[in-house]
């Protein structure tokens, strides 16, 4: 049989979702679960990562929980398709995650350029959480416990699929072929890798305050596109524009097609046009801005109403989320299994066991 082709990816419920989001791996999950080349697709809101370093305040990860819901639906993701679920309600992820820590080495996971960022951004210093330290292990276990072949996800989480392969051999060569090796998918261009916040410092990040909101209103996204960063040099229409850092084209290289060059600015073939207008002078920063909020509208817009929708129904938003916790527990029960037996820890399913035990302490 040829291996299946399996998705695993999530988030963690701390906030909602952003257009960063969006272009790192959002809109990617949408078209790979349309494109129907995989034959299983998982995406799972991660409340217990989210926890890690969130233990003094639940409350915030609950109330997440469903707001990331939303935004899934809402951009796209069909629980018909895809299977949403929470993180905690699939205990085994933590079983699994106790065994691999076995695996792994204190020096390796403070390797992990992402980790020693945010231990450095939440001050943690000597204080860091014995949990938190350990999320990369349990990410691998999610990632495996539904034998992932594809994690689509932002740059920043390369380290932890690097890990997850190591774990995967690691663990394979001490008990046996049991696991897969997953690959990551990243996003297409530099843009989508790493789309600056409105103020053009940084990623977009919502500690930072410099993030569009899928959920942002027409209003708000139109009054944040028009306050972003541009070329502080380009004072006047008829002064060369500079492209480096510059907020609106960063976020058309991430957005635009061609497309939407014919529709809205049909006067330029594409956004390279665009650019050169730009930097020879005479395009004013407002019409890039312009142009831009119409492109995110036609991306935000029908986003809004299937939200309202689903904001309309929420029992019926935590039945889904419902449903795809018991199937993907469903399917990590059966890696579970398979784990166990490598391991040697599957004392009561094993029917020879007794029999071997029985043989070797007969007198
Ligand atoms: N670490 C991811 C984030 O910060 C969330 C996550 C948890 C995840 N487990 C995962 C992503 C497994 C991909 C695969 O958003």
């Given at each position: 049989?040829?291996?299946?082709?399996?998705?695993?990816?999530?988030?963690?419920?701390?906030?909602?979702?952003?257009?960063?989001?969006?272009?790192?791996?959002?809109?990617r999950?949408?078209?790979?679960?349309?494109?129907?080349?995989?034959?299983?697709?998982?995406?799972?809101?991660?409340?217990?990562?989210?926890?890690t370093?969130?233990?003094?305040?639940?409350?915030?990860?609950?109330?997440?929980?469903?707001?990331v819901?939303?935004?899934?639906?809402?951009?796209?993701?069909?629980?018909?398709?895809?299977?949403?679920?929470?993180?905690?309600?699939?205990?085994e992820?933590?079983?699994?995650?106790?065994?691999?820590?076995?695996?792994?080495?204190?020096?390796?996971?403070?390797?992990?350029?992402?980790?020693?960022?945010?231990?450095?951004?939440?001050?943690?210093?000597?204080?860091?959480?014995?949990?938190?330290?350990?999320?990369?292990?349990?990410?691998?276990?999610?990632?495996?416990?539904?034998?992932?072949?594809t994690?689509?996800?932002?740059?920043?989480?390369?380290?932890?699929?690097?890990?997850?392969?190591?774990?995967?051999?690691?663990?394979?060569?001490?008990?046996?072929?049991?696991?897969?090796?997953?690959?990551?998918?990243?996003?297409?261009?530099?843009?989508?890798?790493?789309?600056?916040?409105?103020?053009?410092?940084?990623?977009?990040s919502?500690?930072?305050?410099?993030?569009?909101?899928?959920?942002?209103?027409?209003?708000?996204?139109?009054?944040?596109?028009?306050?972003?960063?541009?070329?502080?040099?380009?004072?006047?229409?008829?002064?060369?524009?500079?492209?480096?850092?510059?907020?609106?084209?960063?976020?058309?290289?991430?957005?635009?097609?061609?497309?939407?060059?014919a529709?809205?600015?049909?006067?330029?073939?594409?956004?390279?046009?665009?650019?050169?207008?730009?930097?020879?002078?005479?395009?004013?920063?407002?019409?890039?801005?312009?142009?831009?909020?119409?492109?995110?509208?036609?991306?935000?817009?029908?986003?809004?109403?299937?939200?309202?929708?689903?904001?309309?129904?929420?029992?019926?938003?935590?039945?889904?989320?419902?449903?795809?916790?018991?199937?993907?527990?469903?399917?990590?029960?059966?890696?579970?299994?398979?784990v166990?037996s490598?391991?040697?820890?599957?004392?009561?399913?094993?029917?020879?066991?007794?029999?071997?035990?029985?043989?070797?302490?007969k007198?």
């Amino acid at each position: 049989m040829e291996m299946e082709k399996i998705i695993l990816t999530g988030d963690r419920p701390t906030g909602k979702l952003h257009l960063g989001h969006f272009v790192g791996s959002l809109r990617r999950r949408v078209e790979l679960q349309n494109s129907g080349q995989f034959d299983k697709i998982f995406v799972m809101i991660a409340d217990a990562q989210a926890l890690t370093d969130n233990a003094d305040n639940p409350e915030k990860v609950r109330q997440n929980v469903i707001e990331v819901a939303l935004d899934y639906l809402a951009a796209g993701i069909d629980p018909e398709k895809t299977t949403i679920f929470i993180q905690s309600q699939v205990p085994e992820l933590a079983e699994l995650a106790f065994y691999y820590m076995n695996l792994v080495t204190v020096s390796r996971v403070q390797r992990n350029p992402t980790v020693k960022t945010e231990i450095k951004m939440r001050n943690f210093e000597q204080s860091i959480p014995v949990g938190f330290f350990c999320y990369p292990v349990s990410q691998a276990a999610d990632i495996t416990a539904f034998r992932a072949t594809t994690v689509p996800v932002g740059e920043d989480q390369a380290p932890m699929i690097e890990l997850t392969r190591e774990i995967v051999n690691r663990f394979n060569n001490i008990y046996g072929e049991t696991l897969v090796e997953p690959e990551i998918l990243l996003p297409d261009n530099a843009a989508c890798m790493r789309l600056p916040g409105t103020d053009g410092k940084a990623k977009m990040s919502k500690s930072l305050g410099n993030c569009i909101y899928l959920s942002d209103t027409a209003k708000e996204v139109a009054k944040k596109v028009k306050s972003m960063y541009t070329d502080p040099l380009h004072l006047n229409i008829d002064d060369p524009g500079h492209l480096e850092g510059n907020c609106p084209f960063i976020y058309l290289d991430a957005f635009s097609t061609d497309e939407h060059f014919a529709k809205y600015a049909p006067q330029y073939a594409n956004l390279d046009e665009m650019k050169t207008h730009y930097t020879r002078g005479g395009l004013g920063d407002g019409t890039v801005k312009k142009l831009l909020i119409s492109i995110l509208e036609e991306t935000l817009a029908p986003m809004r109403e299937r939200r309202a929708q689903f904001e309309n129904n929420i029992p019926m938003v935590y039945d889904i989320l419902r449903r795809g916790s018991i199937e993907a527990r469903e399917a990590a029960a059966k890696t579970l299994d398979e784990v166990r037996s490598a391991m040697r820890i599957n004392y009561f399913s094993d029917t020879e066991l007794i029999k071997a035990q029985s043989e070797k302490y007969k007198k």
